[in-house]
């Protein structure tokens, strides 16, 4: 099976909640990219493909205010759930160091990590 993501998505464990219809649904990434993510939800996936949702969460320290993402449902298995962002170029662009953040907290290291880090935000700002 062909993988078709146009970008590399890096592994995490950050705490994230989920916000549709009301609802808060708490859980942790698995991995993120520039363009989306994997969620691991506490509680059965309420979720369905194509509907839209609100990721939330903390990326820096406490008082800063959350990470706030609108996102659209792309696929989802019980509590795992895939998600593509969404917004404008300009919303991406404001949304990129954290992303960056998120991506480099991982368990792997060294420079070879972050240069190829480097090259994923270098392709993500050409492929427009």
Known sequence: MKDSRRFYRAPSSHSVEVLIRDDCHKGCLENVSLNGALLHLDDLSPLAVGEACVLQLQVDDAPLPPLRIDCEVVHG???????????????????????????????????EYLERIRGYLADYCGAR
Do not use: H, N, W
Not at 81 to 108: C, H, N, W, Y
């Open 77 to 111: 298995c019980e509590r795992l759930v895939g998600v593509k962002f969404l917004g404008s170029a300009e919303e991406a662009e404001r949304r990129i160091p954290s992303l960056i953040k998120l991506m480099s907290d991982t368990r792997q290291g060294g420079d």
